[in-house]
């Protein structure tokens, strides 16, 4: 079955200090891959997606980057880290939209907490 | 540029209360429709999706949600709910031939036993 790792789970940073925060997914090929950010009362808003190795889209022009290495991983960014990144952060894989397993799959998340 | 509406932010219920929670979408063309729950401390998972034919879809835990194409709306529904439902509630869209799934705001039900 298809499991999704997310990494770590907390992490406090200091402003101006860098980011990473990993994904793995395992069990399927070529998964679309997405990184959300969830905040209290305003939904989850998506920040970049990935249709393939190399392959980055991104949607809210911020301080964040993402890079896809590998079919299955997934890295979310940040050279100098702003208070404003603070927040909840969220994984998640699909197949093609459109199908009918084209729902997301949801990692368990990463708080991040810039001082 | 597509979006997600859900007018209801905090619902407080009773047990055994009937529950509604509206979602509406701005998109004309084809669309695929979810609605996911995040339980207190646990990620979130689908409760039910919605992508052609019958439109209306059961779900999990006895949630079920009606897809009316002419109000651009996919309110979810239970008939009773219960201590356990407390949780957040998130309707999600996404359109054939795009990859984005966009969410909106969330609905947080507290369900009072």
């Known amino acids: 079955s298809q499991t999704i790792h997310q990494w770590p789970a907390t992490l406090v940073q200091p402003v101006g200090s860098p980011l990473s925060l990993e994904c793995t997914v395992e069990?399927?090929?070529?998964?679309?891959l997405y990184w959300y950010r969830q905040a209290a009362g305003r939904g989850l808003q998506l920040l970049f997606y990935?249709?393939?190795?190399?392959?980055i889209s991104s949607e809210v022009p911020q301080n964040l980057s993402a890079s896809r290495p590998q079919d299955r991983q997934f890295i979310l960014s940040s050279k100098k880290l702003l208070l404003s990144d603070s927040g909840f952060y969220l994984c998640?894989?699909?197949?093609?939209?459109?199908?009918?397993?084209?729902?997301?799959?949801f990692g368990e998340g990463s708080r991040l907490t810039v001082l | 540029a597509q979006s997600v509406s859900q007018h209801n932010h905090h619902v407080i219920l009773s047990e055994a209360a009937s529950l509604e929670l509206g979602c509406n979408y701005s998109?004309?063309?084809?669309?695929?429709l979810f609605w996911y729950v995040q339980y207190p401390g646990q990620h979130l998972q689908l409760l039910l999706k919605?992508?052609?034919?019958?439109?209306l879809v059961k779900g999990i835990k006895g949630f079920e949600a009606e897809f009316i194409k002419s109000k651009f709306s996919f309110n979810l529904r239970k008939p009773s709910v219960q201590w356990s439902d407390t949780a957040e509630y998130f309707c999600?869209?996404?359109?054939?031939?795009?990859?984005?799934?966009?969410f909106g705001t969330g609905t947080r039900l507290k369900v009072l036993a």
């Open positions: 998640a894989w699909s197949v093609l939209p459109g199908a009918r397993t084209g729902e997301l799959f």
């Open positions: 069990g399927t090929s070529n998964p679309n």
């Open positions: 990935s249709v393939g190795i190399g392959q």
């Open positions: 998109y004309g063309g084809t669309v695929n």
């Open positions: 919605y992508f052609s034919g019958d439109p």
């Open positions: 999600a869209v996404t359109t054939s031939g795009t990859y984005k799934y966009i």
